[in-house]
């Protein structure tokens, strides 16, 4: 018989208001969020925890989820982005490569 997984621990009400700080959970889906900022969350610890707002909570785990995905930013910026914003995303991506 298989063990349900751990349950998270609940986080704190200040990462709470934090988190709803810096999400657009009300305004726009995890998908459309993705896409259009999904680019820079290469350490996203946010969906270690539960949230006592249900929406914030759901939206969290499955930001959380496409992030884990590989590829899944990608499929976003092409749904979301227009061809303008998807050619100046490559380009600045290309000059952060070239610092490096």
């Known amino acids: 018989m298989t063990e349900p997984p751990p349950q998270l621990s609940l986080a704190s009400p200040e990462l709470e208001d934090r988190v709803k700080n810096i999400f657009p959970f009300e305004?726009?889906?995890p998908e459309e969020f993705a896409g259009r900022d999904g680019e820079g969350w290469t350490a996203f610890s946010f969906d270690a925890y539960r949230y006592q707002n249900e929406k914030l909570d759901a939206w969290i785990?499955?930001?959380?989820k496409i992030l884990a995905t590989p590829g899944a930013v990608e499929i976003y910026q092409?749904?979301?982005?227009?061809?303008q914003?998807?050619?100046?995303?490559?380009?600045?991506?290309?000059?952060?490569e070239d610092d490096f």
């Open 61 to 64: 785990k499955e930001f959380g």
């Open 27 to 29: 305004e726009i889906s």
């Open 78 to 83: 092409m749904k979301y982005l227009t061809p």
């Open 85 to 96: 914003e998807r050619a100046r995303l490559t380009m600045l991506k290309q000059m952060i």
